[in-house]
């Protein structure tokens, strides 16, 4: 099985001391990873959908196809996209697609032949083409920008929030 998962681990953050009281009470943390996982997936989708942007917001090297089809890189039937989920669990939550060519966009690799002497290949726009390797550059989608990073602090004050008022999570 091919695929790339992200973890965040909540242990990343300023917030470790207000997680491991609120551990110690029994309190559960679910809800929070989930929302911090909503917060990570959406961003994903965003960065393939609209932006096309790392998460640090460098621009990716655009795709043939885009440039020939006038269309977001990566976004091509929607299936990456579509594929990005998250795991939450107690105290982290991860972040990933199970797509076999999901790791190739997000850390780039080089494709070589393996049984033959070259590969065999057809462009968006039909033609035909032959090579001994192909690069595909890495484009990051998976990660949290600074935005991303705001809106989990947001979710985090308001969860504690919440479980200070005694209002339900």
């Keep these: 099985m091919g695929g790339v ?79 990005i989920t998250a795991l939450p669990e107690e105290r982290q939550v991860t972040v990933g697609s199970n797509l076999i060519y999901a790791a190739v966009h997000q850390v780039g690799a080089t494709i070589r032949p393996v049984t033959a002497k070259a590969l065999f290949f057809t462009l968006a726009n039909g033609s035909a083409v032959t090579a001994g390797a192909v690069t595909i550059p890495a484009r990051p989608y998976l990660g949290i920008s600074a935005e991303e990073e705001a809106d989990i602090g947001d979710v985090t004050v308001a969860f504690f929030d919440d479980l200070l008022s005694g209002r339900p999570q």
């Design 5 to 83: 998962t992200i973890r965040f681990a909540l242990d990343d953050l300023p917030v470790v001391a207000a997680l491991d009281r609120a551990t110690m009470e029994g309190k559960d943390l679910f809800p929070l990873m989930d929302a911090i996982g909503r917060v990570l997936v959406n961003g994903a989708r965003e960065r393939i959908a609209v932006t096309n942007e790392t998460p640090d917001g460098v621009a990716w090297p655009k795709s043939l196809r885009a440039k020939e089809e006038g269309t977001p890189t990566l976004f091509d039937s929607g299936r990456l996209m579509n594929s």
